[in-house]
Protein backbone atom coordinates (compact mmCIF):
# COMPACT_ATOMS: atom_id res chain seq x y z
CA UNK A 1 0.00 0.00 0.00
CA UNK A 2 2.62 2.87 0.92
CA UNK A 3 6.16 2.14 -0.45
CA UNK A 4 8.83 4.06 0.68
CA UNK A 5 11.67 3.53 -1.69
CA UNK A 6 15.35 4.74 -1.01
CA UNK A 7 14.38 8.36 -0.19
CA UNK A 8 16.91 11.29 1.01
CA UNK A 9 15.31 13.72 3.13
CA UNK A 10 16.89 17.52 3.71
CA UNK A 11 16.62 20.23 5.93
CA UNK A 12 18.01 23.66 4.41
CA UNK A 13 21.36 21.30 3.42
CA UNK A 14 21.91 19.44 5.92
CA UNK A 15 20.69 15.66 5.02
CA UNK A 16 18.34 14.42 7.88
CA UNK A 17 17.79 10.37 5.71
CA UNK A 18 19.74 8.58 4.01
CA UNK A 19 18.03 6.10 1.65
CA UNK A 20 15.59 5.17 3.46
CA UNK A 21 13.32 2.52 2.09
CA UNK A 22 9.97 0.75 4.37
CA UNK A 23 6.65 -0.83 3.02
CA UNK A 24 3.50 -0.66 5.37
CA UNK A 25 0.76 -3.53 3.25
CA UNK A 26 -2.93 -2.75 3.45
CA UNK A 27 -3.91 -2.87 7.31
CA UNK A 28 -0.51 -3.49 8.44
CA UNK A 29 0.60 -2.35 11.97
CA UNK A 30 4.74 -1.52 11.66
CA UNK A 31 6.76 0.38 14.10
CA UNK A 32 9.64 2.97 13.66
CA UNK A 33 11.73 2.98 16.74
CA UNK A 34 14.87 4.85 17.64
CA UNK A 35 16.62 7.27 19.55
CA UNK A 36 15.62 10.86 19.65
CA UNK A 37 16.76 12.64 16.60
CA UNK A 38 17.25 9.62 14.56
CA UNK A 39 14.74 10.59 11.75
CA UNK A 40 11.48 9.38 12.42
CA UNK A 41 9.22 12.62 12.48
CA UNK A 42 11.30 13.70 9.22
CA UNK A 43 10.33 10.04 7.95
CA UNK A 44 6.50 10.68 8.52
CA UNK A 45 6.57 14.02 7.55
CA UNK A 46 8.60 13.21 4.09
CA UNK A 47 5.67 10.80 3.37
CA UNK A 48 3.13 13.58 3.35
CA UNK A 49 5.20 16.24 1.74
CA UNK A 50 4.64 18.17 4.53
CA UNK A 51 8.09 19.99 5.59
CA UNK A 52 11.55 18.41 4.34
CA UNK A 53 12.54 18.50 0.81
CA UNK A 54 12.85 14.95 -0.26
CA UNK A 55 14.45 12.99 -3.16
CA UNK A 56 13.45 9.73 -3.76
CA UNK A 57 10.01 8.00 -4.56
CA UNK A 58 7.21 7.29 -2.15
CA UNK A 59 4.40 5.35 -3.80
CA UNK A 60 0.82 4.86 -3.15
CA UNK A 61 -0.95 2.07 -4.12
CA UNK A 62 1.87 1.50 -6.57
CA UNK A 63 1.69 5.30 -7.65
CA UNK A 64 4.98 8.01 -7.17
CA UNK A 65 3.40 10.51 -5.37
CA UNK A 66 5.61 12.51 -7.03
CA UNK A 67 4.99 16.27 -5.91
CA UNK A 68 1.41 15.77 -4.38
CA UNK A 69 0.68 18.78 -1.93
CA UNK A 70 0.26 17.43 1.08
CA UNK A 71 -3.80 18.29 1.33
CA UNK A 72 -3.90 15.75 -1.77
CA UNK A 73 -1.91 13.10 0.23
CA UNK A 74 -4.07 13.27 3.52
CA UNK A 75 -7.07 12.92 0.97
CA UNK A 76 -5.54 9.20 -0.27
CA UNK A 77 -6.00 8.43 3.10
CA UNK A 78 -2.55 9.21 4.57
CA UNK A 79 -3.11 10.46 8.00
CA UNK A 80 -0.57 11.86 10.13
CA UNK A 81 -0.94 12.72 13.69
CA UNK A 82 1.83 14.58 14.53
CA UNK A 83 4.02 14.41 17.92
CA UNK A 84 3.25 17.70 19.33
CA UNK A 85 -0.13 16.84 18.30
CA UNK A 86 -1.26 20.14 17.14
CA UNK A 87 -5.03 20.31 18.66
CA UNK A 88 -6.74 23.54 17.32
CA UNK A 89 -7.52 25.83 20.60
CA UNK A 90 -10.03 27.94 18.66
CA UNK A 91 -12.41 25.42 18.71
CA UNK A 92 -14.22 22.70 21.22
CA UNK A 93 -13.20 19.03 20.46
CA UNK A 94 -16.10 18.08 18.50
CA UNK A 95 -15.65 20.43 16.23
CA UNK A 96 -11.55 19.45 15.46
CA UNK A 97 -12.70 15.96 15.15
CA UNK A 98 -15.16 17.82 12.22
CA UNK A 99 -12.24 19.33 10.78
CA UNK A 100 -11.01 16.08 9.62
CA UNK A 101 -13.60 15.94 7.32
CA UNK A 102 -11.92 16.68 4.31
CA UNK A 103 -9.56 14.02 4.34
CA UNK A 104 -12.15 11.87 3.41
CA UNK A 105 -11.76 9.86 -0.04
CA UNK A 106 -14.06 10.03 -2.75
CA UNK A 107 -17.07 7.74 -2.20
CA UNK A 108 -16.26 7.13 1.29
CA UNK A 109 -19.25 7.29 3.84
CA UNK A 110 -17.07 9.29 7.27
CA UNK A 111 -18.95 8.58 10.79
CA UNK A 112 -20.31 11.68 12.06
CA UNK A 113 -18.27 13.29 14.73
CA UNK A 114 -19.88 12.10 18.30
CA UNK A 115 -19.77 8.38 16.61
CA UNK A 116 -15.79 9.06 16.31
CA UNK A 117 -15.84 10.58 19.63
CA UNK A 118 -18.13 7.46 21.16
CA UNK A 119 -15.15 5.25 20.00
CA UNK A 120 -12.91 6.85 23.06
CA UNK A 121 -14.32 6.74 26.45
CA UNK A 122 -12.06 9.17 28.02
CA UNK A 123 -13.15 12.22 25.58
CA UNK A 124 -16.81 11.50 25.31
CA UNK A 125 -17.53 14.00 28.60
CA UNK A 126 -15.03 16.84 26.64
CA UNK A 127 -16.61 16.68 23.46
CA UNK A 128 -17.81 21.12 24.34
CA UNK A 129 -14.34 21.84 25.94
CA UNK A 130 -12.28 24.28 23.52
CA UNK A 131 -9.24 22.20 22.08
CA UNK A 132 -6.97 24.89 24.07
CA UNK A 133 -8.18 23.72 27.41
CA UNK A 134 -6.84 19.59 27.17
CA UNK A 135 -4.37 18.39 29.12
CA UNK A 136 -1.54 16.38 27.33
CA UNK A 137 -3.18 13.11 27.46
CA UNK A 138 -6.69 14.36 26.73
CA UNK A 139 -4.80 15.77 23.74
CA UNK A 140 -3.47 12.95 22.03
CA UNK A 141 -6.35 11.10 22.48
CA UNK A 142 -8.09 14.13 20.54
CA UNK A 143 -5.75 14.11 17.76
CA UNK A 144 -5.89 9.89 17.33
CA UNK A 145 -9.78 10.43 17.21
CA UNK A 146 -9.53 12.94 14.44
CA UNK A 147 -6.98 11.43 12.55
CA UNK A 148 -9.15 8.50 12.58
CA UNK A 149 -12.39 10.56 11.88
CA UNK A 150 -11.43 10.79 7.53
CA UNK A 151 -11.10 7.15 7.60
CA UNK A 152 -7.75 7.09 6.89
CA UNK A 153 -6.14 3.96 5.34
CA UNK A 154 -3.09 4.15 7.32
CA UNK A 155 -2.56 6.19 10.18
CA UNK A 156 0.78 7.64 11.16
CA UNK A 157 0.99 8.18 14.50
CA UNK A 158 4.22 9.83 15.84
CA UNK A 159 5.13 9.32 19.22
CA UNK A 160 2.30 9.42 20.85
CA UNK A 161 3.34 8.58 24.47
CA UNK A 162 5.71 11.18 24.85
CA UNK A 163 5.26 13.08 28.24
CA UNK A 164 1.84 10.90 29.21
CA UNK A 165 1.18 9.41 32.43
CA UNK A 166 1.32 5.28 32.25
CA UNK A 167 -2.10 4.67 32.99
CA UNK A 168 -2.82 6.86 29.90
CA UNK A 169 -0.38 5.15 27.71
CA UNK A 170 -2.59 1.77 28.59
CA UNK A 171 -5.88 3.45 27.84
CA UNK A 172 -3.76 4.15 24.62
CA UNK A 173 -2.45 1.63 23.60
CA UNK A 174 -6.27 -0.08 23.72
CA UNK A 175 -8.00 2.91 21.58
CA UNK A 176 -5.24 2.69 19.24
CA UNK A 177 -5.69 -1.29 18.31
CA UNK A 178 -9.49 -1.20 18.94
CA UNK A 179 -9.67 2.01 16.44
CA UNK A 180 -7.15 0.27 13.95
CA UNK A 181 -9.01 -3.22 13.79
CA UNK A 182 -12.69 -1.87 13.74
CA UNK A 183 -11.68 0.81 11.00
CA UNK A 184 -9.53 -1.41 9.31
CA UNK A 185 -7.28 1.32 9.16
CA UNK A 186 -3.02 0.11 8.66
CA UNK A 187 -0.85 1.92 11.06
CA UNK A 188 2.53 3.34 11.01
CA UNK A 189 3.96 4.02 14.54
CA UNK A 190 6.66 5.81 15.63
CA UNK A 191 7.51 5.32 19.20
CA UNK A 192 10.80 4.86 21.67
CA UNK A 193 8.22 3.08 24.16
CA UNK A 194 8.69 -0.35 23.50
CA UNK A 195 5.98 -1.41 25.55
CA UNK A 196 3.71 0.79 23.60
CA UNK A 197 5.07 -0.12 20.57
CA UNK A 198 4.64 -3.83 20.67
CA UNK A 199 1.33 -4.04 22.02
CA UNK A 200 0.09 -1.75 18.92
CA UNK A 201 2.20 -3.32 15.80
CA UNK A 202 3.08 -6.67 14.80
CA UNK A 203 7.02 -5.75 13.22
CA UNK A 204 9.07 -2.69 13.46
CA UNK A 205 12.11 -0.74 11.80
CA UNK A 206 14.98 0.04 13.53
CA UNK A 207 16.03 3.92 12.82
CA UNK A 208 19.47 5.24 13.71
CA UNK A 209 21.06 8.74 12.58
CA UNK A 210 18.79 8.70 9.52
CA UNK A 211 19.38 4.90 7.48
CA UNK A 212 17.31 1.77 8.73
CA UNK A 213 19.77 -0.53 10.97
CA UNK A 214 17.30 -3.40 11.25
CA UNK A 215 13.97 -4.40 10.21
CA UNK A 216 11.92 -7.54 11.33
CA UNK A 217 9.68 -8.48 13.70
CA UNK A 218 9.31 -8.03 17.47
CA UNK A 219 10.90 -11.55 18.32
CA UNK A 220 13.53 -10.96 15.74
CA UNK A 221 14.44 -8.07 18.06
CA UNK A 222 14.63 -9.98 21.38
CA UNK A 223 16.87 -12.39 19.61
CA UNK A 224 19.25 -9.84 18.88
CA UNK A 225 20.14 -7.66 22.35
CA UNK A 226 22.79 -6.44 20.93
CA UNK A 227 20.65 -4.01 18.34
CA UNK A 228 18.60 -2.72 21.54
CA UNK A 229 21.92 -2.24 23.38
CA UNK A 230 23.30 -0.39 20.38
CA UNK A 231 20.55 1.75 18.99
CA UNK A 232 18.34 2.21 21.70
CA UNK A 233 20.27 2.45 24.47
CA UNK A 234 18.92 0.05 26.65
CA UNK B 1 -14.47 74.18 25.13
CA UNK B 2 -18.39 73.62 25.05
CA UNK B 3 -19.98 70.19 25.45
CA UNK B 4 -21.69 70.05 22.30
CA UNK B 5 -18.07 70.92 20.77
CA UNK B 6 -16.80 67.78 23.04
CA UNK B 7 -19.95 65.64 21.67
CA UNK B 8 -19.34 66.98 18.14
CA UNK B 9 -15.61 65.48 18.62
CA UNK B 10 -16.29 62.36 19.50
CA UNK B 11 -19.18 61.23 16.98
CA UNK B 12 -16.71 62.98 14.44
CA UNK B 13 -13.92 60.35 15.66
CA UNK B 14 -16.07 57.47 15.24
CA UNK B 15 -17.01 58.50 11.93
CA UNK B 16 -12.99 58.77 11.23
CA UNK B 17 -12.12 55.60 12.88
CA UNK B 18 -15.41 53.55 11.17
CA UNK B 19 -13.58 55.07 7.45
CA UNK B 20 -10.15 53.74 8.75
CA UNK B 21 -11.66 50.45 10.08
CA UNK B 22 -13.68 50.21 6.56
CA UNK B 23 -10.00 50.73 4.51
CA UNK B 24 -8.05 48.20 7.55
CA UNK B 25 -10.83 45.07 7.63
CA UNK B 26 -9.73 43.75 4.60
CA UNK B 27 -6.14 44.62 5.28
CA UNK B 28 -6.10 42.82 9.13
CA UNK B 29 -7.79 40.01 7.12
CA UNK B 30 -5.18 39.28 4.82
CA UNK B 31 -2.42 39.95 6.98
CA UNK B 32 -3.93 37.49 9.92
CA UNK B 33 -4.77 34.90 7.33
CA UNK B 34 -1.20 35.27 4.86
CA UNK B 35 1.02 36.96 7.05
CA UNK B 36 1.36 39.63 4.20
CA UNK B 37 1.68 42.91 4.43
CA UNK B 38 -0.69 44.69 1.47
CA UNK B 39 0.65 47.55 0.10
CA UNK B 40 -1.59 47.60 -2.71
CA UNK B 41 -4.23 47.56 -0.98
CA UNK B 42 -4.36 51.50 -0.92
CA UNK B 43 -4.72 50.90 -4.75
CA UNK B 44 -7.49 48.66 -4.62
CA UNK B 45 -9.83 50.88 -1.87
CA UNK B 46 -9.02 53.47 -4.93
CA UNK B 47 -9.91 51.36 -8.19
CA UNK B 48 -12.89 50.76 -5.81
CA UNK B 49 -13.73 54.46 -5.14
CA UNK B 50 -13.34 55.00 -9.27
CA UNK B 51 -15.86 51.89 -10.02
CA UNK B 52 -18.16 52.97 -7.98
CA UNK B 53 -17.55 56.80 -9.48
CA UNK B 54 -18.23 55.52 -12.90
CA UNK B 55 -21.23 54.05 -11.85
CA UNK B 56 -23.04 56.76 -10.00
CA UNK B 57 -21.09 60.12 -11.50
CA UNK B 58 -21.06 62.79 -9.28
CA UNK B 59 -25.06 63.31 -8.31
CA UNK B 60 -25.87 59.86 -7.40
CA UNK B 61 -29.45 59.46 -7.60
CA UNK B 62 -30.46 57.54 -4.35
CA UNK B 63 -29.33 56.01 -1.41
CA UNK B 64 -29.83 52.90 -2.83
CA UNK B 65 -28.17 53.48 -6.07
CA UNK B 66 -24.98 54.62 -3.87
CA UNK B 67 -24.58 51.88 -2.04
CA UNK B 68 -25.30 49.07 -4.76
CA UNK B 69 -22.48 50.51 -6.32
CA UNK B 70 -20.21 49.93 -3.70
CA UNK B 71 -21.42 46.81 -3.89
CA UNK B 72 -20.65 46.12 -7.69
CA UNK B 73 -17.06 47.90 -6.93
CA UNK B 74 -16.27 45.28 -3.94
CA UNK B 75 -17.71 42.80 -6.75
CA UNK B 76 -15.16 44.19 -9.31
CA UNK B 77 -12.07 44.58 -7.09
CA UNK B 78 -12.71 40.88 -5.83
CA UNK B 79 -12.51 39.83 -9.77
CA UNK B 80 -9.30 41.92 -9.45
CA UNK B 81 -7.98 40.21 -6.51
CA UNK B 82 -8.21 36.93 -8.03
CA UNK B 83 -5.83 37.91 -10.76
CA UNK B 84 -3.84 39.55 -8.27
CA UNK B 85 -3.78 35.93 -6.50
CA UNK B 86 -2.93 33.93 -9.57
CA UNK B 87 -0.32 36.38 -11.31
CA UNK B 88 1.62 37.69 -8.06
CA UNK B 89 0.76 36.39 -4.44
CA UNK B 90 0.22 32.45 -5.26
CA UNK B 91 3.71 32.83 -6.95
CA UNK B 92 5.45 34.01 -3.48
CA UNK B 93 3.53 31.77 -1.45
CA UNK B 94 6.97 29.96 -0.26
CA UNK B 95 9.40 32.94 -0.49
CA UNK B 96 10.78 35.57 1.49
CA UNK B 97 8.21 37.89 3.29
CA UNK B 98 10.77 40.71 1.39
CA UNK B 99 10.00 39.78 -1.86
CA UNK B 100 6.34 39.89 -1.34
CA UNK B 101 6.81 43.66 0.11
CA UNK B 102 8.45 43.92 -2.93
CA UNK B 103 5.83 42.60 -5.27
CA UNK B 104 2.57 43.94 -3.49
CA UNK B 105 4.67 47.35 -3.88
CA UNK B 106 5.03 47.09 -7.23
CA UNK B 107 1.19 46.44 -7.66
CA UNK B 108 0.17 49.71 -6.21
CA UNK B 109 2.25 51.10 -8.76
CA UNK B 110 0.79 49.45 -11.42
CA UNK B 111 -2.74 50.02 -10.12
CA UNK B 112 -1.77 53.82 -9.44
CA UNK B 113 -0.32 53.89 -13.31
CA UNK B 114 -3.47 52.06 -14.17
CA UNK B 115 -6.13 54.15 -12.51
CA UNK B 116 -4.53 57.67 -14.44
CA UNK B 117 -4.84 55.90 -17.55
CA UNK B 118 -8.23 55.05 -17.62
CA UNK B 119 -9.79 57.31 -15.31
CA UNK B 120 -7.11 60.54 -16.45
CA UNK B 121 -5.13 62.78 -13.35
CA UNK B 122 -8.17 64.96 -12.77
CA UNK B 123 -9.79 65.74 -9.55
CA UNK B 124 -13.59 64.52 -9.06
CA UNK B 125 -16.09 65.84 -5.96
CA UNK B 126 -18.69 63.27 -5.33
CA UNK B 127 -22.02 64.44 -3.29
CA UNK B 128 -23.30 62.11 -1.06
CA UNK B 129 -26.95 60.81 -2.59
CA UNK B 130 -30.32 62.56 -1.07
CA UNK B 131 -31.03 61.27 2.55
CA UNK B 132 -27.47 61.83 3.13
CA UNK B 133 -26.56 65.13 2.28
CA UNK B 134 -27.51 67.23 4.88
CA UNK B 135 -27.33 66.77 8.46
CA UNK B 136 -28.84 66.02 11.83
CA UNK B 137 -28.91 68.66 14.55
CA UNK B 138 -29.70 68.30 18.16
CA UNK B 139 -29.60 71.48 19.73
CA UNK B 140 -26.49 73.47 18.71
CA UNK B 141 -25.05 70.14 17.88
CA UNK B 142 -24.90 69.32 13.92
CA UNK B 143 -23.47 66.19 12.70
CA UNK B 144 -23.53 65.22 9.24
CA UNK B 145 -25.96 62.58 8.06
CA UNK B 146 -23.07 60.61 5.77
CA UNK B 147 -21.01 60.50 8.79
CA UNK B 148 -23.81 58.40 10.89
CA UNK B 149 -23.48 56.41 7.71
CA UNK B 150 -20.14 55.39 7.82
CA UNK B 151 -20.07 55.09 11.26
CA UNK B 152 -23.23 52.19 10.60
CA UNK B 153 -21.41 51.25 7.64
CA UNK B 154 -18.33 50.45 9.95
CA UNK B 155 -20.21 48.88 12.37
CA UNK B 156 -22.05 47.04 9.38
CA UNK B 157 -18.60 45.63 8.59
CA UNK B 158 -17.24 44.54 11.63
CA UNK B 159 -20.30 42.74 13.32
CA UNK B 160 -20.26 41.12 9.23
CA UNK B 161 -17.07 40.13 9.75
CA UNK B 162 -17.34 38.85 13.27
CA UNK B 163 -20.24 36.46 12.67
CA UNK B 164 -18.33 34.62 10.02
CA UNK B 165 -15.38 34.76 11.72
CA UNK B 166 -16.55 33.41 14.93
CA UNK B 167 -19.57 31.60 14.39
CA UNK B 168 -20.13 30.00 10.92
CA UNK B 169 -17.88 26.81 9.86
CA UNK B 170 -15.67 29.08 6.99
CA UNK B 171 -14.76 31.35 9.68
CA UNK B 172 -13.32 28.09 12.07
CA UNK B 173 -11.78 26.71 8.65
CA UNK B 174 -10.22 29.72 7.73
CA UNK B 175 -9.04 30.04 11.56
CA UNK B 176 -7.44 27.02 11.50
CA UNK B 177 -5.75 27.88 8.63
CA UNK B 178 -4.60 31.27 9.95
CA UNK B 179 -3.66 29.35 13.26
CA UNK B 180 -1.87 26.51 11.72
CA UNK B 181 -1.68 25.76 8.33
CA UNK B 182 1.06 22.81 8.32
CA UNK B 183 -2.01 21.07 10.08
CA UNK B 184 -4.59 22.04 8.27
CA UNK B 185 -2.98 21.19 4.90
CA UNK B 186 -2.35 17.67 7.34
CA UNK B 187 -5.71 17.14 7.76
CA UNK B 188 -6.60 17.56 4.08
CA UNK B 189 -8.00 20.97 4.12
CA UNK B 190 -6.67 22.73 0.47
CA UNK B 191 -5.16 25.45 1.93
CA UNK B 192 -3.97 27.02 -1.22
CA UNK B 193 -8.50 27.53 -1.58
CA UNK B 194 -7.98 28.80 1.48
CA UNK B 195 -5.61 31.29 1.22
CA UNK B 196 -7.69 32.44 -2.50
CA UNK B 197 -11.17 32.57 -1.09
CA UNK B 198 -9.36 34.79 1.81
CA UNK B 199 -7.31 37.37 -0.82
CA UNK B 200 -10.75 37.69 -2.76
CA UNK B 201 -12.27 38.33 0.52
CA UNK B 202 -9.83 41.39 1.57
CA UNK B 203 -9.92 42.73 -1.99
CA UNK B 204 -13.63 42.98 -1.76
CA UNK B 205 -13.58 44.90 1.49
CA UNK B 206 -10.98 46.83 -0.05
CA UNK B 207 -13.79 47.88 -2.72
CA UNK B 208 -16.46 48.00 -0.81
CA UNK B 209 -14.67 50.89 1.35
CA UNK B 210 -13.47 52.69 -1.62
CA UNK B 211 -17.43 52.58 -2.72
CA UNK B 212 -18.49 53.31 0.69
CA UNK B 213 -16.15 56.54 1.02
CA UNK B 214 -16.16 58.03 -1.79
CA UNK B 215 -18.59 60.83 -0.75
CA UNK B 216 -17.16 63.74 0.44
CA UNK B 217 -13.60 62.91 -1.15
CA UNK B 218 -12.05 64.44 -3.49
CA UNK B 219 -11.00 61.29 -6.06
CA UNK B 220 -7.73 61.62 -7.26
CA UNK B 221 -5.29 58.88 -7.86
CA UNK B 222 -3.59 59.84 -4.75
CA UNK B 223 -6.58 58.69 -3.12
CA UNK B 224 -5.34 55.08 -2.18
CA UNK B 225 -2.50 56.82 0.34
CA UNK B 226 -4.41 59.15 2.43
CA UNK B 227 -6.24 56.12 4.32
CA UNK B 228 -3.86 53.63 4.08
CA UNK B 229 -1.62 55.40 6.58
CA UNK B 230 -4.25 54.79 9.31
CA UNK B 231 -5.04 51.85 8.39
CA UNK B 232 -1.71 50.22 8.57
CA UNK B 233 -1.69 51.98 11.86
CA UNK B 234 -4.96 50.32 13.06
CA UNK B 235 -3.51 46.77 11.74
CA UNK B 236 -0.61 47.00 14.06
CA UNK B 237 -1.94 48.57 16.88
CA UNK B 238 -4.51 46.12 16.59
CA UNK B 239 -2.68 42.86 17.19
CA UNK B 240 -1.65 42.25 13.25
CA UNK B 241 -4.35 40.72 11.91
CA UNK B 242 -6.99 40.72 14.54
CA UNK B 243 -10.23 41.93 13.26
CA UNK B 244 -11.43 43.03 17.05
CA UNK B 245 -8.28 44.52 17.65
CA UNK B 246 -8.33 46.29 14.33
CA UNK B 247 -11.90 47.32 14.89
CA UNK B 248 -11.23 49.06 18.82
CA UNK B 249 -7.75 50.58 17.10
CA UNK B 250 -9.19 52.42 14.25
CA UNK B 251 -12.27 54.12 16.79
CA UNK B 252 -9.19 54.92 18.89
CA UNK B 253 -6.83 56.09 15.98
CA UNK B 254 -10.00 58.15 14.95
CA UNK B 255 -10.97 60.07 18.14
CA UNK B 256 -7.59 61.10 18.77
CA UNK B 257 -7.27 62.50 14.96
CA UNK B 258 -10.74 64.13 15.94
CA UNK B 259 -10.04 65.34 19.30
CA UNK B 260 -6.37 66.40 18.84
CA UNK B 261 -7.61 68.82 15.94
CA UNK B 262 -10.42 70.44 18.62
CA UNK B 263 -7.06 70.65 20.94
CA UNK B 264 -3.88 71.30 18.78
CA UNK B 265 -5.44 72.53 15.40
CA UNK B 266 -2.12 73.29 13.80
CA UNK B 267 -0.61 70.27 14.09
CA UNK B 268 -2.57 67.81 12.29
CA UNK B 269 -1.59 64.22 13.12
CA UNK B 270 0.87 64.88 15.44
CA UNK B 271 -0.87 63.21 18.40
CA UNK B 272 -1.91 60.15 16.70
CA UNK B 273 2.12 59.33 15.51
CA UNK B 274 2.71 60.13 19.45
CA UNK B 275 0.36 57.78 20.59
CA UNK B 276 1.10 55.07 18.15
CA UNK B 277 4.69 55.18 19.05
CA UNK B 278 3.87 55.17 22.87
CA UNK B 279 1.55 52.42 22.79
CA UNK B 280 4.21 50.27 20.59
CA UNK B 281 6.64 51.02 22.95
CA UNK B 282 4.27 50.05 26.20
CA UNK B 283 2.43 47.21 24.37
CA UNK B 284 4.35 45.93 20.99
CA UNK B 285 2.23 43.13 20.54
CA UNK B 286 -0.68 45.23 20.24
CA UNK B 287 -4.62 45.50 21.47
CA UNK B 288 -5.21 41.32 20.84
CA UNK B 289 -2.07 40.00 19.83
CA UNK B 290 -1.50 35.75 19.03
CA UNK B 291 -2.27 33.80 16.38
CA UNK B 292 -6.05 34.28 15.63
CA UNK B 293 -7.78 36.36 13.42
N1 LIG C 1 12.79 21.78 11.03
C1 LIG C 1 14.05 21.31 11.13
N2 LIG C 1 15.08 22.02 10.64
C2 LIG C 1 16.36 21.54 10.71
N3 LIG C 1 16.69 20.39 11.28
C3 LIG C 1 15.70 19.62 11.81
C4 LIG C 1 14.34 20.05 11.75
N4 LIG C 1 13.58 19.10 12.35
C5 LIG C 1 14.43 18.14 12.74
N5 LIG C 1 15.70 18.45 12.42
C6 LIG C 1 16.88 17.62 12.67
O1 LIG C 1 16.69 16.39 12.03
C7 LIG C 1 17.17 15.31 12.82
C8 LIG C 1 16.07 14.28 12.98
O2 LIG C 1 15.02 14.84 13.74
P1 LIG C 1 13.63 14.13 13.90
O3 LIG C 1 13.18 13.61 12.60
O4 LIG C 1 12.74 15.08 14.61
O5 LIG C 1 14.01 12.92 14.86
P2 LIG C 1 13.09 12.03 15.79
O6 LIG C 1 11.67 12.29 15.43
O7 LIG C 1 13.53 10.63 15.50
O8 LIG C 1 13.39 12.42 17.19
C9 LIG C 1 17.65 15.92 14.13
O9 LIG C 1 19.05 16.02 14.08
C10 LIG C 1 17.01 17.28 14.15
O10 LIG C 1 17.85 18.20 14.79
MG1 LIG D 1 10.22 13.00 16.57
Redesign the pocket.
Known amino acids: MLSVDRIDAF??D?Q?LHGVSLTVGEKERVAVV????????????SILNA??RVRGRIAWEGKDLGAMPTFRRARLGLSLVP?DRRIFDHVTVLENIAMARYAARPGVELEAPEAVLARFPMLVPLKDRMGGRLSGGQQQMVAVARAIAGRPRLMLL??PTEGLAPVIVEQLARDVNTVCRETGSGLLL?EQNLWFARQCTDRLFL?DT?RIVFDGLWQDLDDNPDLKRRYLAL | MALTDILFALINGAATGSAVFLVAAGLTLIFGILKILNFAHGAFFMIGAYVAYSIIGSNPSSLHVFIAAAFAAAAAVAALGFVADRLVLRRLRHVDEAYMLIATFAVLLVCTGVVKLIWGVNYASINPPPLLDGAVTAGSLFVPSYSLFVIAAGLFVFLGLELVIHRTWIGKLLQAVASDSWMSGVLGINVPAALTVTVIASFALAGLAGGLLLANQTLSPILGESYLLLAFMAVIIGGLGNVRGAFIASLLLGTIESGSSLVIPNMPGMATYIFVILFLLAKPQGLIGGRHI
Open positions: YGSIGRNGAGKSTLFKGPEDESIG
